[in-house]
């Protein structure tokens, strides 16, 4: 009898013992491809942790003062590896793949995570990185929270349509202009557009290409544009300078362009979503904001 709380005293030891080893296991140098993922690193307190991020990574804006790994589709190896991390993480649009087989083979580990647009990949994602942070609390919590904002949009989004038709919409991602590519199917761009309570008029899956005159026949209500390396009116101006079927919409007519960060849609569904959403909502039904 009297033996058992020192037993209990070494069990606890143990205990204690064996969560320190497995915390000084967890990767300290990370390096993170994909600008959702790298705020959600962010948020779950990693950012000491980031030796390195790829040009997608912008927010929180302290992330841009760290060493840049490139673009998240066209990593070098070389790069990563001057920083010696001891994990890459990046999601499936990370690449190309043989930069990525030379990372590992160098001894880096390499942890991929979802872009899915599905809410399902966001808990998924955070759980993960939760555990690879040792942070499974805060990620919890985050996923909550999430959840939670999403709701309120719906909420928003349901109101509005009770007295408003959804509008028709066209997510283009530009690059100065040029050749916008149009969000299809399966995208992080048709999920914001339907989250939002827009109908997506692209019926394609993925990101394509669009040839003048398939726009034009589309004629949405709206135009939602996120452009690459433009901001503001400039980027506005480059896209209907390059894409004159555009000008001729219902969208350009009324004045019906919504500008969108194109860093919300890159490395998975990120934190600043909900936020985003909501303001694209009250873009799409502007009279049921006012009321
Ligand atoms: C801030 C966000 C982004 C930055 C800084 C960025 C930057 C770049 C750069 C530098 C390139 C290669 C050269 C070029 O064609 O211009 C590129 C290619 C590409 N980007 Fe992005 N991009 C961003 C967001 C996006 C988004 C939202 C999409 C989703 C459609 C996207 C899809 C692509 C694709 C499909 C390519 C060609 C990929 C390849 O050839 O491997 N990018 N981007």
Redesign the pocket.
């Known amino acids: 009898m009297m033996r058992r709380p020192a037993a209990l005293l070494a069990l606890c030891a143990a205990f204690v013992a064996s969560t320190q080893a497995l915390a000084s296991e967890l990767p300290q140098r990370w390096v993170s491809a994909g600008?959702a993922l790298s705020e959600w690193i962010s948020e779950l307190g990693g950012q000491p942790r980031l030796v390195g991020v790829d040009?997608?990574s912008?927010h929180p804006e302290s992330l841009k003062a760290l060493p840049s790994i490139g673009?998240q589709?066209?990593l070098s190896a070389e790069g990563i590896l001057s920083l010696r991390p001891d994990v890459l993480v990046g999601t499936e649009e990370m690449?190309?793949p043989p930069v990525l087989a030379q990372v590992r083979k160098a001894g880096v580990r390499v942890e991929l995570f979802s872009s899915q647009a599905e809410l399902s990949a966001v808990d998924q994602n955070l759980k993960q990185l939760g555990a690879l942070l040792g942070a499974e609390g805060r990620a919890a919590q985050l996923m909550a929270s999430y959840h939670q904002q999403l709701e309120a949009v719906q909420l928003q989004v349901k109101q509005a349509q009770q007295n408003h038709k959804a509008p028709g919409v066209l997510l283009l991602?530009g690059?100065a202009g040029a050749k916008p590519?149009i969000?299809g199917q399966g995208?992080a761009?048709d999920w914001v557009l339907r989250q939002a309570g827009a109908r997506n008029l692209a019926e394609h899956q993925g990101?394509k290409n669009f040839s003048n005159e398939a726009l034009a026949s589309l004629d949405p209500d709206v135009v939602v544009f996120?452009d690459?390396?433009l901001s503001g009116e400039q980027a506005l101006q480059a896209l209907l300078k390059e894409n004159p079927a555009l000008a001729a919409s219902r969208a350009v007519r009324d004045k019906r362009l919504v500008l969108l960060d194109?860093?919300l849609?890159?490395g998975g569904l990120g934190p600043r979503l909900p936020t985003a959403l909501q303001a694209l909502a009250t873009a799409f039904y502007p009279a049921s904001a006012a009321k």
Do not use: C, E, F, N
């Open positions: 600008g040009t997608t912008q673009y589709r066209q690449g190309p991602v690059h590519l969000a995208t761009g990101y996120s690459r390396s194109p860093t849609l890159v």
